[in-house]
Each structure stands twice: as C-alpha cells, then as structure tokens.
C-alpha cells in the first residue's frame, strides 16, 4: 500500500489503531467541524455528511498528501441518535436504556483523493445487542471513566465489551471505522491494499 | 467479583486478555489434553468436551483454586473443521477456502466449581463473513506470521481483522471465549460479575 499518502481527519486513536494494525500507518489531523445533527437528517446522512467535511476540510488546510480519510460514528436507539453523555448520570442513563436491548451504530466514511478531486463516500449499519445489565456493572463501568469520551456511553473494543451480546454486521463499524468497506473504496481509488507496498508493486 | 478464585485451563493469551480487560485476572495454567477430534463428533460436541476436560484437568492437578475455566475453539468450514496449519502452503489453502465465503467459529466453554462438585458448560456459535481476498493479500497476511499458530489461519483481534466483512453472533467468541454467555454461568455458579469485588459485596 502507498500509505505515505493517507491522511486520517480524525482525533479518535482506535481509527489510527485499526489503520495501524492491518499495516496502514497514518498521519493524523483532526478536523475541527461543527459535528451538530441537522434537522431531519438521518443517521446515514449525518454521518456521510461528517465523513466527508472532515476529510474536505482537512485537504483544504494541508499543502501536501493524497489521499485523506474522514470518519464520523453514531449510536441509535430507537432511531435516536446518542451522543457523549455530559456527566454520570447522562452516561448512566444512556447504559440503562441500551440495556437488555438491540441498538444500532452507523459509522461513515469518505475518501478525498485530492490529485484526482475524486472523494467516495459510504456508511455501514451494524446491530448491536446488549446483556442486560446491572446497576452495579453499570455503576462500576462508569467508575473505570471509559464511558465519558464515547458515542452511547461505551467502548466495544475496550472494557465495555463486557456488555455485548450479539452483533450483527461489521465489527470494526462499531470500533469506529468499517475496515472492509474503507479497504473497498481504496482499492476503487487505486491507493493499493494492505501489504502492498512499494516494492512489491508491478 | 470474587476473582483471586478464577484459574484458566488455557494457554491462549488471548482468552487471558478478555477476561482481565473486563475486571477479571486470572491464573493461567495451561491443560495438556489429547484435541483429536472424535469420529462422528460435531464442532459443539467437540468443543464443549474439549473446554470441560481442561477445566477439569487442570482442577484435578491443583490443591487449591475454586473455579475452572477451560474453554477451545474451533473454525468450521462447511461441516469441516479446520485446525492450526502446519505449514505456510496449508494456510494458504486454508485462506483462500475461507475467502469470499461464510464460516463458522464454535467456542466452548466450561467452568468448574470445585466447592460444589459442579460444572457448567456451553457452546456458542458465531458465522462470520469474509472479504475476497487477492493472492498477495493472503501471502503478505502469512509473512506476518500470525495465522501459524491460529484454528483457521487467522486471528480476528489481530491483523485478521482486514479479511473480515461482517460477523453475526458473540465477537468475543470469534475471539476465544464468548464473555456473556460465561458470565451468566460465572452468576449461576454464584461466582460474582464484572466490577463486583469483596468490598463492594453486601
């Protein structure tokens, strides 16, 4: 993979963790966006909408780099979207009424392919469902801190996966970043594939 | 949770990983027990026959400890199990079997309560989906070197995870030991839960 060229437009360390893991490695350069829901806009386009001015507004501030990547991720409950709780009671709240239930994270994605002006987009739904929980295991999981910075009050790649029963879809949509679709869209762009490097290529 | 009393019948570093990350350490001592698959013995009788001899091995052959956990996991393709590849042209094979296709990943579980003479024990299945892979993918997945030492050739924690599109069912059980089924069993047998330790107990 040509991966000198990949610019993450995000702050979040497990996006930079996955790209890392499977070989990727990234600059990252977090976008400052307004990230508010606009009226009767929906999950999906909510988050194609972020993907994608955040992988724009980072190009627009950057001299040099091809590709950039902008990512956004939402919790739904019952077609409400869940954002970062404001305090333990928020975090506490949101943990009781995602327990024992079915909820949904979307996850987009763009690609801006500056040298092309070309940026794919696309968003991924996985169904997530919850153990029902105790207040105890709630209480202690906010005691760990780990709710307070997260989209639905939780972390499915951290402690909170304690809590995960089932999922149905992809994995690493819910960790922030759906890899196989995103791996999809770059190889679309021609930006390679993992362990291709350089000297491997034709 | 009362955990000083929880030993695991498993050398797999990953099964440890899951169970401290969510509050739980462990101590490990690995089980060495015959794995030969029986005639006529299907994936979830396998597993679950493999998870309770372990557990029940390992608590046979120390003096103290009060529950057991063994547990192993096993890739099924088609009806067909795979095991750890023994070479890199084997899992190769293996790799490009699973590519574009569905399989299933069988985990069982046992846990042993040596105070009450007891063992509780399930199998949980979880399908998952993988990307088509190219041939370079594949062998620059095997240069890294993980897929030796994996049931089926990959690990879905690790550098695995490019490979795979969608998962339905537990994903810690694709990953060795399926946390919520085994912490029911872990409240049945009255053993205790995440983030429930001696001085929060009534």
Not at 15 to 23: A, H, K, P
Not at 99 to 125: K, M, P
Not at 149 to 155: H, M, P
Not at 185 to 200: I, V
């Amino acid at each position: 993979m040509q991966t000198s060229r990949i610019i993450l437009a995000s702050a979040s360390p497990r996006r930079r963790e996955l790209l890392e893991r499977i070989g990727i490695p990234t600059i990252v350069v977090p976008a400052h966006i307004d990230e508010s829901v606009l009226a009767d806009e929906s999950p999906e386009e909510h988050v194609r909408r972020l993907s994608r001015a955040k992988a724009e507004c980072v190009a627009a501030g950057m001299p040099e780099g091809r590709y950039f990547i902008g990512s956004d991720t939402v919790v739904v409950l019952e077609g409400r979207i869940l954002g970062k709780p404001a305090d333990r009671a928020e975090a506490a709240a949101m943990l009781r009424s995602l327990s024992g239930n079915r909820h949904q994270v979307w996850s987009g994605f763009a690609i801006h392919d500056r040298r092309e002006g070309r940026t794919l987009d696309g968003a991924v739904c996985t169904d997530v469902e919850f153990r029902t929980l105790s207040a105890q295991e709630i209480e202690g999981y906010i005691d760990t801190g780990e709710p307070m910075d997260k989209a639905g009050a939780y972390a499915i790649q951290g402690i909170g996966t304690f809590m995960v029963r089932q999922i149905h879809g992809s994995y690493t949509n819910v960790v922030g970043l759906p890899l196989a679709e995103l791996l999809d869209a770059l190889a679309e762009l021609g930006a390679g594939y993992p362990f291709m490097n350089r000297e491997q290529q034709p």
